[in-house]
């Protein structure tokens, strides 16, 4: 029960924060329709299926009351899992109850999440806008940048997802065996997350073997590991609405210097971007950081993609670590740190850890060592 | 190969009938980002994580050859999978390669599907058009009209997709005992169709026993089966990109009269509305008759949902069987026949099968027969 009075309480902080906002940029509402926002808001946990399959959407006033407005399929459980929330049904539609709201509220001023509105709904809600002289603002990162930077009890979560994700790897992992394909293992990973209690993968699992391991994003194939193959693992899960992420690279059987002298250099790199991370530094020094020793060691041009993303209750959210993120690390960010190289004709290393940003330095989540036995 | 030669004419038909269209409709060029439409068009079968992470586009000129437009990740799978289309990479942003084929295509009227392009990815089309002299036209339903009438390698899959259901369906059946739970089962359900070679489930396996079955929608828990609980089970996968759908309703242990007697009413409310089912007639006309048979059993109060929907790459699409779809069925759609009753202090009971539409009558899906064992 004490976990469920702590989401009620830093979902209601949530909403104060985010109505002072709306107040000081003169918003009389918000409307809210990203899936993440709207869990991260209010409690209520419904996916959508897709942006065509709304599972609801959050009204949110400048002051007072904010509504969670849903189909009777859902009412039920929006009513338990979000009871600061005046839970309304749109039996006739969102766009009638949303016009009665409007006047009910007397809104002058109505935004909604600009990446997150299709323009279909864009066009309905422009009619009812003009019938009700309401004036549309469209919005963009409001709530984003609130989930940036993570409270304690998302920090609890995050730590207990890479608990169970580097128990899930370390399982499987010592069933790998030549003979066996990426596709197997792939399941195997899938499927053992399930067993342990894993909401779902965070994102479509990535095992590649030898020259497959070459591209970043590798999809499993029917490819059997020979002896000596190298093993790139690219995994996370959902564990309590969080996610995880985490990439390893080894090799089944014994390593030759190539992967040995390679792979060093890749978890040099890791470990000068994690040594950089701290409060105040830009995404874009945290990338050079990493990417210096990789150009140090002569390979720059085969780091091809960022050094890493924020990961929250989506996997890839605010902020990144990138050559073009100039904005300030804050701390309670958590972010994966994931430098690789790809070479077409040999393959692929990439080693990936995820830390929490602090005022001095960081926190880095993962205790597997896999890489630190070579 | 023979598939793969089909797959490469069936795409080539299609882009051939969308460019009539175009032509007809005075369209220089559509846009397509709707995932499914993307595959239905191209073959190209990298899924999106969501809107806010697109796999790739399409762009139709109304006359010569396609093009697919992503990113370094997927191109040679693209190039692999869409041999007709033209590959482009957009390195620099997709609004960056769009503007530069406007100009090369010399294009002045571009369409977009205003059903899945996000309000702020409009703005910047609005930005870049407005730079081009380009006319932007919002279209609705282009393709997915296009999608509601299957050829016949579709209806060969989507056969194929229940086939694999039934029988995932069945070998789960086998070890329902009293003691399993709702989440226990689904989860079963779940690991069954990947170890068959499922690619996914076509949407949230639902298993609800006893009153948790009175909602329509219910999400599996870890309530107990006890012997002489209803089992609702509403189950689909994904095969060879294509959806199955089935419910089924049954006892473990024996049942009441009660149950029998309103299992036998909901059966047979759907053998009256896949009676009903032929071209020419319309989706009202359809949900009529079966709701007719709930009512003249005094229990149409207790189903609140449409009778049925479309499926094919989506689990949910065009047309529907509800008293508000008033358009005509035509030959070789597929729809879904699911007429229910839901009593909250009692429990609910759901019967589904798919439907080929046929001029004359329509040919049922499933096989599975363990609603007749009562």
Redo the contacts between chains.
């Keep these: 029960m004490d976990r469920g009075l702590n989401m009620h309480r830093s979902a209601h902080d949530r909403i104060d924060r985010l109505q002072h906002t709306l107040r000081r940029k003169r918003i009389d509402a918000l409307l809210v329709t990203q899936p993440h926002n709207r869990r991260y808001l209010s409690g209520y946990t419904?996916p959508d299926?897709?942006?065509?399959?709304s599972s609801g959407v959050l009204l949110i006033p400048a002051t007072g009351r904010p509504y969670l407005l849903t189909d009777?399929?859902?009412t039920?459980?929006a009513e338990a899992e979000a009871p600061s929330f005046q839970v309304d049904r749109y039996d006739k539609g969102l766009l009638k109850l949303l016009e009665k709201l409007a006047a009910a509220l007397d809104l002058r001023t109505l935004a909604?999440e600009?990446?997150?509105?299709?323009?279909?709904t864009?066009?309905r809600l422009v009619s009812m806008a003009e019938k009700r002289s309401l004036t549309l603002k469209?919005e963009?990162g409001l709530i984003e940048s609130m989930r940036a930077i993570k409270s304690d009890s998302e920090l609890h979560r995050l730590r207990a997802s890479t608990r169970l994700n580097e128990k899930v790897f370390q399982s499987v992992f010592n069933t790998i065996e030549p003979g066996m394909t990426e596709r197997e293992i792939a399941?195997a990973l899938?499927?053992t997350m399930?067993?342990m209690g894993a909401e779902s993968p965070s994102?479509?699992t990535i095992v590649a073997f030898g020259t497959n391991a070459a591209?970043?994003?590798a999809?499993p194939t029917d490819r059997e590991l020979q002896a000596g193959d190298l093993v790139l693992v690219d995994m996370g899960l959902v564990y309590q609405g969080y996610c995880s992420d985490m990439t390893r690279t080894f090799v089944v059987g014994k390593p030759d210097q190539t992967f040995l002298d390679r792979h060093r250099l890749v978890r040099r790199a890791m470990l000068a971007g994690i040594e950089a991370i701290r409060a105040g530094v830009t995404g874009v020094a945290v990338d050079r950081a990493a990417r210096q020793v990789l150009r140090d060691g002569g390979y720059a041009a085969f780091f091809?993609h960022g050094l890493g993303h924020g990961v929250g209750m989506a996997v890839?959210e605010a902020p990144r670590l990138s050559p073009r993120y100039r904005k300030q690390l804050q701390a309670n960010m958590v972010v994966t740190v994931e430098p690789g190289i790809y070479l077409a004709d040999w393959g692929g290393i990439r080693l990936e850890n995820m830390v929490i940003v602090g005022e001095q330095g960081c926190e880095v989540l993962n205790q597997d060592t896999t890489f630190l036995d070579l």
């Design positions: 419904v299926h897709g942006i065509q399959e009777s399929r859902f039920l459980q909604f600009s990446d997150y509105m299709l323009h279909a864009y066009l469209a963009s399941l899938d499927l399930r067993e994102f479509d591209r970043p994003h999809v091809g890839h």
